[in-house]
């Protein structure tokens, strides 16, 4: 049991707390050590890999893997005549642990928050903002950020590389900007973080659908941004309010076998209330008089989603109404096909198809997973059988993550049966 328990914390450390570690020691050594620093905090979780398969797991692993981290970083250093002195704010053996522990989660969040801000530096492109972030911070591979932003592996190598060479040229320590600086970089900031906690909520591979952790490190950056007041904005406390509208379903979307379950056959009995009570007071905290963001208007739907009695109960206009002012606002091919689902609710499969068939013909056309599961599910309203497996088996064709084609290869069989 002890050996399970260790892979399932050397799994968390590697996605949970490597931008801690990373960001922590840049915040000490500085971004020209990136190299370094990265290097050292690889090291730290092969030998934690080795250590911890043996034995119970570590009160408190960060702790431990910063200090290995931090000596390797030190060691590096002085052989390269680079260090005289840095202050080390790493538990001693004759402090109290629990303020210890308080004391270093401090200092881990405020160098996390000056991380992200670094990454999104105002001298680099967006597009190397998001890969900085979602490397640094995040911990994504990159297979991750290809499929978060639609793009090749290689060419997120190749384009982290440039990043970080331009970061380390660019910003000499960790710092927060200034009001005007910070709120100019809010914007890709939120972006970051909503992608980390689509990552988590819907892993794109591997075998599991949801890593909380993930989602809930994203929910907690968010928070962090509050306690600055240039950054408690309508739209952050939106965008928290949309993740702990998701995360409130966390226990719903998979059922106690492990497999998936879609929203129609969800037991809203487990559908977290404490987390739907404080999206619901972020929300309230996000109201603006116009304009709203696509945040705000995220959060709506999905709080519409999860206060709803059942599927059938579900106020299907208004999401739809919702969907249409966010694609007014900016178009987004994604956005598209999931206003599809309630448009199926309001107007039926017939129209629906028509809109799909309509989609398919446009410029914006995605032949992913998810248009083929859209398709497969009006095709069988509509009788289509043949028309309905084939889109289904497009749809596994298309899907990284086990679980999902394990629920879409149930769909399949259930047809056939």
């Known amino acids: 049991m002890g050996e399970v328990n260790n892979e399932q914390l050397v799994e968390h450390i590697f996605r949970h707390e490597y931008g801690k570690i990373v960001s922590f020691l840049t915040y000490k050594f500085g971004p020209s050590q990136l190299e370094v620093i990265e290097d050292a905090v690889q090291e730290a979780l092969l030998k934690a890999m080795q250590v911890w398969g043996y034995g119970e797991p570590l009160k408190n692993p960060t702790a431990w893997l910063l200090k290995v981290a931090q000596n390797r970083v030190i060691d590096t250093l002085r052989k390269k005549k680079h260090l005289a002195h840095v202050d080390v704010l790493l538990p001693s053996k004759n402090s109290e642990p629990q303020k210890e522990e308080v004391l270093l989660n401090t200092a881990i ?8 801000f670094a990454c999104c530096h105002p001298s680099l492109s967006a597009e190397y903002q998001i890969i900085l972030s979602l490397k640094l911070i995040a911990g994504f591979g990159n297979r991750e950020i290809a499929q978060a932003l639609f793009k090749k592996e290689e060419t997120v190598a190749k384009s982290f590389t440039r990043a970080k060479r331009r970061l380390q040229d660019k910003v000499r320590t960790l710092d927060i900007p200034l009001e005007l600086g910070l709120q100019s970089r809010l914007k890709i900031v939120l972006k970051v973080i909503y992608l980390l906690f689509s990552e988590g909520y819907a892993t794109r591979s591997g075998s599991g659908l949801i890593k909380k952790d993930i989602c809930m490190e994203a929910i907690r950056l968010a928070l962090l941004l509050t306690d600055n007041k240039y950054c408690d904005t309508p739209e952050v406390h939106a965008l928290i309010a949309l993740m702990c509208f998701h995360a409130s379903r966390f226990d719903a979307r998979i059922d106690s076998d492990g497999n998936l379950v879609d929203l129609e056959n969800q037991d809203r009995s487990l559908y977290e209330r404490e987390l739907i009570n404080i999206g ?34 579900t106020n299907w206009q208004a999401i739809l109404q919702l969907y249409d002012l966010q694609l007014a606002r900016s178009f987004s091919p994604i956005a598209q096909l999931n206003r599809l689902v309630p448009f199926h609710r309001v107007f039926g499969a017939e129209k629906a198809m028509k809109s799909l068939r309509d989609f398919e013909k446009s410029p914006y056309f995605i032949d992913n997973a998810l248009f083929n599961a859209i398709k497969a599910e009006l095709l069988l309203e509509l009788k289509d059988l043949k028309g309905s497996k084939l889109s289904l088996q497009r749809a596994i064709d298309r899907t990284h993550n086990e679980m999902e084609r394990n629920h879409l290869y149930k769909k399949l069989k259930a047809i056939d049966a």
């Open 109 to 116: 969040g405020d160098s996390q928050l000056k991380m992200i």
């Open 280 to 313: 619901i007071y972020h929300l309230e905290d996000a109201s603006v008089k116009e304009n709203p963001s696509d945040y705000h208007l995220q959060a709506a739907i999905s709080y519409y989603h999860c206060t709803a009695k059942n599927f059938d109960d």
